[in-house]
Protein backbone atom coordinates (compact mmCIF):
# COMPACT_ATOMS: atom_id res chain seq x y z
CA UNK A 1 0.00 0.00 0.00
CA UNK A 2 2.61 2.19 0.62
CA UNK A 3 4.58 2.21 -2.80
CA UNK A 4 1.19 2.23 -4.26
CA UNK A 5 0.44 5.56 -2.04
CA UNK A 6 3.69 7.10 -3.47
CA UNK A 7 2.91 5.95 -7.37
CA UNK A 8 -0.58 7.86 -6.64
CA UNK A 9 0.97 10.86 -5.64
CA UNK A 10 3.79 10.88 -8.11
CA UNK A 11 0.91 10.48 -11.10
CA UNK A 12 -1.27 13.38 -9.18
CA UNK A 13 1.82 16.08 -8.93
CA UNK A 14 2.96 14.82 -12.97
CA UNK A 15 -1.11 15.40 -13.51
CA UNK A 16 -0.90 12.09 -14.73
CA UNK A 17 -3.05 8.80 -13.88
CA UNK A 18 -3.05 6.04 -15.66
CA UNK A 19 -1.35 7.41 -18.55
CA UNK A 20 -3.89 10.00 -19.54
CA UNK A 21 -3.69 13.37 -18.79
CA UNK A 22 -5.67 14.99 -15.44
CA UNK A 23 -6.85 18.45 -15.89
CA UNK A 24 -4.55 20.83 -12.95
CA UNK A 25 -8.28 21.22 -10.95
CA UNK A 26 -8.05 17.77 -10.77
CA UNK A 27 -5.31 17.09 -8.90
CA UNK A 28 -6.01 19.81 -5.70
CA UNK A 29 -9.55 17.26 -5.61
CA UNK A 30 -7.71 14.04 -5.67
CA UNK A 31 -5.01 15.59 -2.40
CA UNK A 32 -7.50 17.02 -0.56
CA UNK A 33 -9.55 13.62 0.11
CA UNK A 34 -8.80 11.91 3.58
CA UNK A 35 -6.26 9.41 4.35
CA UNK A 36 -8.97 6.97 4.30
CA UNK A 37 -9.38 7.86 0.85
CA UNK A 38 -6.10 8.04 -0.60
CA UNK A 39 -5.51 4.40 1.20
CA UNK A 40 -8.51 3.28 -0.90
CA UNK A 41 -6.52 4.34 -4.13
CA UNK A 42 -3.59 2.38 -2.79
CA UNK A 43 -5.54 -0.45 -2.39
CA UNK A 44 -7.20 -0.77 -5.73
CA UNK A 45 -3.54 0.03 -7.37
CA UNK A 46 -2.11 -2.94 -5.41
CA UNK A 47 -4.74 -5.12 -6.20
CA UNK A 48 -3.90 -4.22 -9.90
CA UNK A 49 -0.07 -5.10 -9.02
CA UNK A 50 -1.36 -8.83 -8.04
CA UNK A 51 -3.08 -9.44 -11.25
CA UNK A 52 -0.25 -7.76 -13.39
CA UNK A 53 1.82 -9.99 -11.29
CA UNK A 54 -0.01 -12.92 -12.09
CA UNK A 55 1.61 -15.69 -14.60
CA UNK A 56 1.55 -14.66 -17.92
CA UNK A 57 -1.12 -15.42 -20.40
CA UNK A 58 -1.20 -17.62 -23.51
CA UNK A 59 0.13 -15.57 -26.39
CA UNK A 60 -2.78 -15.95 -28.72
CA UNK A 61 -4.79 -14.28 -25.74
CA UNK A 62 -5.52 -10.62 -26.35
CA UNK A 63 -4.81 -9.37 -23.08
CA UNK A 64 -3.85 -5.52 -23.87
CA UNK A 65 -7.44 -5.58 -25.50
CA UNK A 66 -9.40 -8.03 -22.65
CA UNK A 67 -7.90 -5.27 -19.88
CA UNK A 68 -8.69 -2.13 -21.82
CA UNK A 69 -12.49 -3.79 -21.56
CA UNK A 70 -12.23 -5.16 -18.48
CA UNK A 71 -10.93 -1.03 -17.14
CA UNK A 72 -13.86 0.02 -19.08
CA UNK A 73 -16.45 -2.22 -17.61
CA UNK A 74 -15.40 -2.57 -13.86
CA UNK A 75 -16.11 0.92 -13.99
CA UNK A 76 -19.27 1.24 -15.20
CA UNK A 77 -20.59 -1.78 -12.93
CA UNK A 78 -19.75 0.12 -10.13
CA UNK A 79 -21.32 2.88 -10.66
CA UNK A 80 -24.10 1.18 -11.21
CA UNK A 81 -24.04 -1.04 -8.10
CA UNK A 82 -24.15 2.08 -6.15
CA UNK A 83 -27.05 4.23 -8.29
CA UNK A 84 -28.78 0.60 -7.56
CA UNK A 85 -28.12 0.93 -3.81
CA UNK A 86 -29.58 4.23 -3.51
CA UNK A 87 -26.25 6.07 -3.70
CA UNK A 88 -26.37 10.08 -5.35
CA UNK A 89 -24.79 10.23 -8.58
CA UNK A 90 -22.38 12.25 -7.58
CA UNK A 91 -21.25 9.86 -5.31
CA UNK A 92 -20.16 7.88 -7.97
CA UNK A 93 -17.79 9.93 -9.58
CA UNK A 94 -14.37 8.53 -9.43
CA UNK A 95 -12.94 10.76 -7.04
CA UNK A 96 -15.14 10.48 -4.64
CA UNK A 97 -14.56 9.15 -1.09
CA UNK A 98 -18.15 7.14 -1.24
CA UNK A 99 -16.70 5.36 -4.70
CA UNK A 100 -13.02 5.05 -3.60
CA UNK A 101 -14.11 3.27 -0.49
CA UNK A 102 -16.92 1.32 -2.56
CA UNK A 103 -14.43 0.04 -4.99
CA UNK A 104 -12.23 -0.99 -3.13
CA UNK A 105 -14.36 -3.19 -1.20
CA UNK A 106 -15.51 -4.55 -3.88
CA UNK A 107 -11.92 -5.44 -5.48
CA UNK A 108 -10.95 -6.38 -2.31
CA UNK A 109 -14.22 -9.40 -2.21
CA UNK A 110 -13.23 -10.12 -5.26
CA UNK A 111 -10.14 -10.74 -4.97
CA UNK A 112 -10.67 -13.03 -2.01
CA UNK A 113 -13.10 -15.24 -4.13
CA UNK A 114 -10.73 -16.22 -6.61
CA UNK A 115 -8.21 -16.63 -3.92
CA UNK A 116 -10.81 -19.17 -2.02
CA UNK A 117 -11.09 -21.04 -5.70
CA UNK A 118 -7.59 -20.76 -6.36
CA UNK A 119 -7.01 -22.62 -2.67
CA UNK A 120 -9.35 -25.05 -3.34
CA UNK A 121 -7.76 -26.37 -6.90
CA UNK A 122 -4.57 -25.82 -4.54
CA UNK A 123 -5.65 -28.48 -2.31
CA UNK A 124 -7.33 -30.95 -4.86
CA UNK A 125 -3.91 -31.15 -6.37
CA UNK A 126 -1.26 -33.70 -6.01
CA UNK A 127 1.56 -33.10 -3.30
CA UNK A 128 5.06 -33.39 -5.12
CA UNK A 129 5.99 -37.07 -5.81
CA UNK A 130 3.72 -38.70 -3.53
CA UNK A 131 1.38 -39.52 -6.16
CA UNK A 132 -1.84 -38.83 -3.95
CA UNK A 133 -4.34 -35.82 -4.36
CA UNK A 134 -6.39 -34.73 -0.82
CA UNK A 135 -9.54 -33.25 -1.06
CA UNK A 136 -10.09 -29.48 0.31
CA UNK A 137 -10.56 -29.33 3.95
CA UNK A 138 -14.14 -28.84 5.15
CA UNK A 139 -14.35 -25.61 6.93
CA UNK A 140 -15.36 -26.29 10.74
CA UNK A 141 -18.01 -24.58 12.08
CA UNK A 142 -17.53 -22.63 15.23
CA UNK A 143 -20.98 -22.58 17.27
CA UNK A 144 -20.76 -20.18 19.53
CA UNK A 145 -23.98 -21.27 21.47
CA UNK A 146 -22.31 -23.40 22.92
CA UNK A 147 -19.86 -20.94 24.35
CA UNK A 148 -19.81 -21.02 28.18
CA UNK A 149 -20.49 -17.60 30.15
CA UNK A 150 -18.10 -18.51 32.36
CA UNK A 151 -15.29 -18.12 30.05
CA UNK A 152 -13.66 -15.72 28.08
CA UNK A 153 -13.37 -15.79 24.55
CA UNK A 154 -10.79 -15.15 21.83
CA UNK A 155 -10.66 -13.03 18.28
CA UNK A 156 -10.92 -16.21 16.13
CA UNK A 157 -11.03 -14.49 12.39
CA UNK A 158 -9.42 -16.53 9.77
CA UNK A 159 -5.69 -16.12 9.24
CA UNK A 160 -3.65 -16.93 5.88
CA UNK A 161 -1.27 -19.68 6.00
CA UNK A 162 1.81 -18.96 7.79
CA UNK A 163 0.35 -15.85 9.45
CA UNK A 164 1.01 -15.78 13.37
CA UNK A 165 -0.76 -13.61 15.51
CA UNK A 166 -1.16 -13.24 19.08
CA UNK A 167 -3.93 -14.55 20.98
CA UNK A 168 -5.98 -11.45 22.08
CA UNK A 169 -9.59 -11.53 24.01
CA UNK A 170 -12.73 -10.87 21.87
CA UNK A 171 -14.32 -8.37 24.11
CA UNK A 172 -10.98 -5.41 23.81
CA UNK A 173 -8.53 -7.07 21.70
CA UNK A 174 -6.17 -6.94 24.77
CA UNK A 175 -3.25 -9.82 24.37
CA UNK A 176 -3.94 -12.95 26.17
CA UNK A 177 -0.10 -13.85 26.85
CA UNK A 178 2.98 -13.48 25.45
CA UNK A 179 3.04 -16.89 23.88
CA UNK A 180 0.40 -18.01 23.32
CA UNK A 181 -0.41 -17.44 19.32
CA UNK A 182 -2.97 -18.47 16.50
CA UNK A 183 -1.40 -19.79 13.00
CA UNK A 184 -2.81 -19.97 9.90
CA UNK A 185 -2.74 -23.57 8.60
CA UNK A 186 -1.59 -24.63 5.06
CA UNK A 187 -5.18 -26.50 3.28
CA UNK A 188 -2.99 -29.52 2.65
CA UNK A 189 -2.19 -30.07 6.67
CA UNK A 190 -4.97 -31.67 8.53
CA UNK A 191 -5.92 -33.64 5.31
CA UNK A 192 -2.37 -34.89 4.77
CA UNK A 193 -1.70 -35.37 8.63
CA UNK A 194 -5.41 -37.27 8.48
CA UNK A 195 -4.86 -39.49 5.33
CA UNK A 196 -1.27 -40.84 6.95
CA UNK A 197 -2.76 -41.97 10.12
CA UNK A 198 -5.80 -43.49 8.67
CA UNK A 199 -3.45 -45.60 5.95
CA UNK A 200 -1.06 -46.56 8.52
CA UNK A 201 -4.03 -47.58 10.91
CA UNK A 202 -3.29 -45.49 14.18
CA UNK A 203 -6.46 -43.42 13.14
CA UNK A 204 -8.56 -46.69 13.59
CA UNK A 205 -6.70 -47.23 16.95
CA UNK A 206 -7.01 -43.61 18.07
CA UNK A 207 -11.14 -43.40 17.27
CA UNK A 208 -11.46 -47.00 19.15
CA UNK A 209 -8.95 -47.59 21.82
CA UNK A 210 -10.42 -45.77 24.32
CA UNK A 211 -14.13 -47.45 24.05
CA UNK A 212 -12.87 -50.93 23.30
CA UNK A 213 -9.02 -51.10 25.17
CA UNK A 214 -8.73 -48.78 27.47
CA UNK A 215 -5.47 -48.44 28.92
CA UNK A 216 -5.67 -47.38 32.88
CA UNK A 217 -3.61 -44.66 34.04
CA UNK A 218 -0.45 -44.69 33.96
CA UNK A 219 0.15 -47.54 32.05
CA UNK A 220 1.21 -47.65 28.40
CA UNK A 221 1.00 -49.72 25.07
CA UNK A 222 3.51 -50.35 22.08
CA UNK A 223 2.53 -50.45 18.33
CA UNK A 224 4.15 -51.30 15.15
CA UNK A 225 3.67 -49.71 11.82
CA UNK A 226 4.95 -49.57 8.45
CA UNK A 227 5.11 -46.53 6.28
CA UNK A 228 2.28 -46.08 3.71
CA UNK A 229 4.62 -43.64 1.72
CA UNK A 230 6.94 -46.89 1.43
CA UNK A 231 4.38 -49.11 0.40
CA UNK A 232 3.11 -47.07 -1.99
CA UNK A 233 6.80 -46.51 -3.24
CA UNK A 234 7.21 -50.43 -3.53
CA UNK A 235 4.22 -50.77 -5.43
CA UNK A 236 5.34 -48.11 -7.86
CA UNK A 237 8.48 -49.66 -8.24
CA UNK A 238 10.28 -47.04 -7.41
CA UNK A 239 11.54 -48.74 -4.53
CA UNK A 240 13.63 -51.58 -3.97
CA UNK A 241 14.16 -51.22 -0.05
CA UNK A 242 12.96 -53.48 2.19
CA UNK A 243 9.82 -52.43 4.70
CA UNK A 244 11.18 -50.40 7.11
CA UNK A 245 8.99 -51.12 10.63
CA UNK A 246 8.79 -48.43 13.49
CA UNK A 247 7.25 -47.88 16.69
CA UNK A 248 4.91 -45.81 18.48
CA UNK A 249 3.56 -45.42 22.07
CA UNK A 250 0.29 -44.90 23.49
CA UNK A 251 0.13 -44.25 27.14
CA UNK A 252 -2.45 -42.69 29.71
CA UNK A 253 -1.09 -39.99 32.18
CA UNK A 254 -2.56 -40.28 35.77
CA UNK A 255 -5.56 -39.48 37.51
CA UNK A 256 -4.85 -36.20 37.89
CA UNK A 257 -5.77 -35.20 34.10
CA UNK A 258 -9.79 -35.84 35.25
CA UNK A 259 -10.20 -37.96 32.08
CA UNK A 260 -9.64 -41.00 29.57
CA UNK A 261 -6.93 -38.89 27.78
CA UNK A 262 -4.60 -40.88 25.81
CA UNK A 263 -1.12 -39.95 24.63
CA UNK A 264 -0.20 -41.23 21.09
CA UNK A 265 3.76 -40.24 20.50
CA UNK A 266 6.60 -41.88 17.98
CA UNK A 267 8.62 -43.95 19.84
CA UNK A 268 12.08 -43.84 18.42
CA UNK A 269 13.94 -41.88 15.65
CA UNK A 270 12.96 -43.94 12.36
CA UNK A 271 9.06 -42.94 13.08
CA UNK A 272 9.80 -39.45 14.54
CA UNK A 273 11.58 -38.90 10.74
CA UNK A 274 8.54 -40.23 8.89
CA UNK A 275 6.63 -37.73 11.25
CA UNK A 276 8.66 -34.71 9.31
CA UNK A 277 7.83 -35.96 6.10
CA UNK A 278 4.27 -36.29 6.47
CA UNK A 279 4.72 -32.49 7.71
CA UNK A 280 6.77 -31.77 5.09
CA UNK A 281 4.09 -32.86 2.25
CA UNK A 282 1.45 -31.00 4.31
CA UNK A 283 3.05 -27.48 3.73
CA UNK A 284 4.26 -27.11 7.61
CA UNK A 285 7.38 -24.93 6.41
CA UNK A 286 5.04 -22.16 6.28
CA UNK A 287 4.00 -22.36 9.98
CA UNK A 288 7.97 -22.47 10.82
CA UNK A 289 7.86 -19.18 9.07
CA UNK A 290 5.27 -18.00 10.12
CA UNK A 291 5.92 -18.84 13.97
CA UNK A 292 9.98 -18.22 13.69
CA UNK A 293 9.07 -15.00 12.11
CA UNK A 294 6.61 -13.90 14.70
CA UNK A 295 8.70 -14.69 17.77
CA UNK A 296 11.85 -13.21 16.64
CA UNK A 297 13.92 -16.75 16.96
CA UNK A 298 16.58 -17.32 15.27
CA UNK A 299 15.81 -21.20 14.42
CA UNK A 300 13.26 -23.90 14.66
CA UNK A 301 13.29 -27.67 14.90
CA UNK A 302 10.67 -30.22 15.24
CA UNK A 303 11.08 -32.14 18.82
CA UNK A 304 8.01 -34.81 18.85
CA UNK A 305 5.15 -35.25 17.07
CA UNK A 306 1.76 -37.21 18.08
CA UNK A 307 -1.72 -37.20 19.08
CA UNK A 308 -3.83 -36.07 21.93
CA UNK A 309 -7.03 -38.37 22.24
CA UNK A 310 -10.10 -38.05 24.35
CA UNK A 311 -13.76 -39.09 24.81
CA UNK A 312 -14.81 -37.17 27.95
CA UNK A 313 -13.28 -35.05 30.35
CA UNK A 314 -14.85 -34.08 33.95
CA UNK A 315 -12.14 -30.93 34.68
CA UNK A 316 -9.24 -29.78 32.49
CA UNK A 317 -6.21 -30.29 34.04
CA UNK A 318 -4.29 -26.91 33.65
CA UNK A 319 -0.76 -26.66 33.05
CA UNK A 320 2.25 -25.22 31.25
CA UNK A 321 4.42 -27.41 28.55
CA UNK A 322 7.27 -25.14 28.74
CA UNK A 323 8.45 -23.13 31.33
CA UNK A 324 11.84 -21.09 31.78
CA UNK A 325 13.35 -21.39 28.08
CA UNK A 326 13.77 -18.19 27.46
CA UNK A 327 10.78 -17.86 25.44
CA UNK A 328 12.26 -20.95 22.41
CA UNK A 329 10.14 -23.96 22.83
CA UNK A 330 6.79 -24.43 21.94
CA UNK A 331 3.82 -26.94 21.61
CA UNK A 332 1.65 -26.40 18.52
CA UNK A 333 -1.79 -27.95 18.65
CA UNK A 334 -4.10 -28.63 15.74
CA UNK A 335 -7.20 -29.98 15.28
CA UNK A 336 -7.76 -33.40 13.44
CA UNK A 337 -11.30 -34.87 14.63
CA UNK A 338 -13.43 -33.23 16.55
CA UNK A 339 -17.53 -34.55 17.10
CA UNK A 340 -20.05 -32.65 15.25
CA UNK A 341 -21.55 -31.93 19.10
CA UNK A 342 -18.91 -31.42 20.85
CA UNK A 343 -18.40 -27.60 22.31
CA UNK A 344 -14.98 -25.54 22.70
CA UNK A 345 -11.93 -27.94 22.99
CA UNK A 346 -9.37 -25.85 24.58
CA UNK A 347 -8.58 -23.84 27.25
CA UNK A 348 -5.70 -21.11 27.56
CA UNK A 349 -5.58 -19.05 30.63
CA UNK A 350 -4.52 -15.39 30.88
CA UNK A 351 -5.81 -13.24 33.00
CA UNK A 352 -9.15 -15.68 33.24
CA UNK A 353 -9.94 -18.71 31.81
CA UNK A 354 -10.84 -18.73 28.08
CA UNK A 355 -12.20 -21.83 25.84
CA UNK A 356 -11.58 -21.78 21.76
CA UNK A 357 -12.11 -24.03 19.27
CA UNK A 358 -9.11 -25.45 17.39
CA UNK A 359 -11.35 -25.40 13.91
CA UNK A 360 -10.03 -25.97 10.73
CA UNK A 361 -8.36 -22.88 9.69
CA UNK A 362 -5.70 -22.27 12.83
CA UNK A 363 -3.06 -23.78 15.21
CA UNK A 364 -2.67 -22.85 18.41
CA UNK A 365 1.02 -22.78 19.80
CA UNK A 366 1.59 -22.62 22.97
CA UNK A 367 5.02 -21.65 25.02
CA UNK A 368 7.41 -20.57 27.77
CA UNK A 369 4.39 -20.36 30.89
CA UNK A 370 1.83 -20.36 29.06
CA UNK A 371 -1.11 -22.07 30.67
CA UNK A 372 -3.79 -24.47 28.74
CA UNK A 373 -5.77 -27.48 29.46
CA UNK A 374 -8.11 -29.92 27.97
CA UNK A 375 -11.94 -28.13 27.72
CA UNK A 376 -14.16 -30.25 29.80
CA UNK A 377 -16.38 -32.55 27.31
CA UNK A 378 -18.04 -36.09 26.99
CA UNK A 379 -18.72 -37.81 23.27
CA UNK A 380 -19.81 -41.17 25.00
CA UNK A 381 -22.89 -40.54 24.00
CA UNK A 382 -22.21 -40.69 20.28
CA UNK A 383 -19.17 -42.76 20.26
CA UNK A 384 -17.30 -39.72 19.53
CA UNK A 385 -13.06 -38.92 19.63
CA UNK A 386 -11.65 -35.50 20.14
CA UNK A 387 -8.34 -35.77 18.63
CA UNK A 388 -5.44 -33.13 18.37
CA UNK A 389 -1.99 -33.44 16.25
CA UNK A 390 0.57 -32.11 18.99
CA UNK A 391 3.78 -31.07 17.74
CA UNK A 392 6.25 -30.06 19.45
CA UNK A 393 9.20 -26.70 18.36
CA UNK A 394 12.54 -25.39 19.90
CA UNK A 395 14.81 -22.83 19.12
CA UNK A 396 17.76 -24.88 20.27
CA UNK A 397 20.53 -22.52 22.97
CA UNK A 398 23.01 -23.69 25.69
CA UNK A 399 21.12 -22.03 27.89
CA UNK A 400 17.58 -23.73 26.87
CA UNK A 401 19.57 -27.23 26.13
CA UNK A 402 18.74 -29.17 29.64
CA UNK A 403 15.36 -28.04 29.63
CA UNK A 404 14.57 -29.51 26.47
CA UNK A 405 16.43 -33.07 27.12
CA UNK A 406 14.37 -33.07 30.20
CA UNK A 407 11.01 -32.96 29.14
CA UNK A 408 8.67 -36.72 29.83
CA UNK A 409 5.86 -35.32 27.83
CA UNK A 410 6.46 -38.24 25.06
CA UNK A 411 8.69 -41.47 25.38
CA UNK A 412 10.79 -40.43 22.37
CA UNK A 413 13.16 -38.95 22.77
CA UNK A 414 14.41 -39.97 25.93
CA UNK A 415 15.63 -37.95 28.93
CA UNK A 416 19.18 -37.23 30.03
CA UNK A 417 22.70 -36.73 28.92
CA UNK A 418 21.95 -39.08 25.79
CA UNK A 419 19.05 -36.86 25.15
CA UNK A 420 20.56 -33.91 25.48
CA UNK A 421 22.97 -34.76 22.68
CA UNK A 422 20.53 -35.61 20.44
CA UNK A 423 18.66 -32.56 20.72
CA UNK A 424 21.87 -30.05 19.98
CA UNK A 425 22.66 -32.57 16.50
CA UNK A 426 18.91 -31.21 15.48
CA UNK A 427 19.63 -27.57 16.07
CA UNK A 428 18.13 -25.51 13.34
CA UNK A 429 17.39 -28.02 11.06
CA UNK A 430 13.73 -26.99 9.43
CA UNK A 431 14.00 -23.27 9.74
CA UNK A 432 16.18 -20.19 10.15
CA UNK A 433 16.26 -16.41 9.67
CA UNK A 434 18.96 -16.75 7.76
CA UNK A 435 17.18 -19.22 4.97
CA UNK A 436 18.41 -22.39 3.61
CA UNK A 437 16.47 -24.54 5.97
CA UNK A 438 13.27 -26.23 5.53
CA UNK A 439 11.34 -29.44 6.03
CA UNK A 440 10.59 -30.06 2.09
CA UNK A 441 14.96 -29.56 1.76
CA UNK A 442 15.65 -31.36 4.93
CA UNK A 443 19.45 -33.08 5.07
CA UNK A 444 18.59 -34.04 8.53
CA UNK A 445 20.56 -34.26 12.04
CA UNK A 446 24.46 -33.62 12.15
CA UNK A 447 26.33 -37.38 13.18
CA UNK A 448 25.40 -38.98 16.08
CA UNK A 449 26.04 -42.44 17.62
CA UNK A 450 24.81 -44.43 21.06
CA UNK A 451 25.84 -46.67 22.71
CA UNK A 452 23.97 -49.69 25.49
CA UNK A 453 24.12 -48.25 29.04
CA UNK A 454 24.20 -52.10 30.30
CA UNK A 455 25.42 -55.77 29.36
CA UNK A 456 23.26 -58.96 28.10
CA UNK A 457 20.85 -56.43 26.27
CA UNK A 458 17.90 -58.08 24.30
CA UNK A 459 16.02 -57.29 21.56
CA UNK A 460 12.74 -59.20 22.21
CA UNK A 461 12.49 -56.77 25.98
CA UNK A 462 12.77 -53.66 24.36
CA UNK A 463 8.97 -53.27 24.36
CA UNK A 464 7.07 -53.72 27.36
CA UNK A 465 4.13 -52.49 28.52
CA UNK A 466 4.71 -52.29 32.03
CA UNK A 467 8.21 -50.63 32.43
CA UNK A 468 7.43 -47.20 31.32
CA UNK A 469 10.07 -47.59 28.96
CA UNK A 470 12.94 -48.19 31.49
CA UNK A 471 14.52 -51.08 29.75
CA UNK A 472 14.28 -49.73 26.32
CA UNK A 473 16.35 -46.35 27.59
CA UNK A 474 18.76 -48.82 28.89
CA UNK A 475 19.43 -50.90 25.72
CA UNK A 476 19.01 -47.55 23.05
CA UNK A 477 21.64 -49.28 20.56
CA UNK A 478 20.18 -52.63 20.69
CA UNK A 479 16.18 -51.46 20.44
CA UNK A 480 17.37 -48.84 17.47
CA UNK A 481 15.54 -45.85 19.45
CA UNK A 482 18.28 -44.10 17.52
CA UNK A 483 19.09 -44.69 14.11
CA UNK A 484 22.38 -45.77 12.95
CA UNK A 485 23.92 -43.00 11.16
CA UNK A 486 25.03 -45.86 8.23
CA UNK A 487 21.42 -45.79 7.71
CA UNK A 488 20.55 -42.45 8.42
CA UNK A 489 22.91 -40.59 6.47
CA UNK A 490 23.38 -36.98 7.51
CA UNK A 491 23.86 -34.66 5.02
CA UNK A 492 21.82 -36.20 2.91
CA UNK A 493 18.64 -34.89 1.95
CA UNK A 494 15.77 -37.23 3.60
CA UNK A 495 13.60 -37.32 0.27
CA UNK A 496 16.55 -38.69 -1.07
CA UNK A 497 17.34 -41.41 2.07
CA UNK A 498 13.53 -42.65 2.39
CA UNK A 499 12.60 -42.31 -1.55
CA UNK A 500 9.40 -39.79 -0.81
Wanted: with cysteine; net charge negative; aromatic share 10%.
Amino acid sequence: PFLALAKIKNCVAKDHFEGKDVPNKTAPAIMKHSKASILSVALIVGLATVVNAAEPLEKDFKYKDALKYYHTETAALLKQSLLSAGFAIDETNEVDDIYLDFASRALNAEKERIERIRDALVSQTCSEGDGQCTPPPAKKKIDKSKYSPGFGHFLTHDLEPGQAELMRWEHDGSIVQDYAVRVGLPPDLVPTIKAYVKDMGLLDIMTNMLYDDPLSPGDAKWFNFQSPYQKQSLAEGSSTDELRNFTWNVERPDKKWKSDMHWFNTADELSHEEGLRVLAKGGFDQVLAGIGEKMGLDSLNIDSFGFVAVTNCDRGFIHTDWEDVDGRAFNFLVGIESPDQGGPELIVEGDVKGEIYYGSNAGILVGDGTRHGTRECDHRAYRGVRIACSIYLSDVTEDNLETLAGDTTSIFPPTGKTAADWVWTQGGRHWSKKGGRSLVDDVGRKPFSVEDEMEGCKKHLCIRDDDEGRYRNSCMKTCKVFMYDEDYKPGTERREVYGY
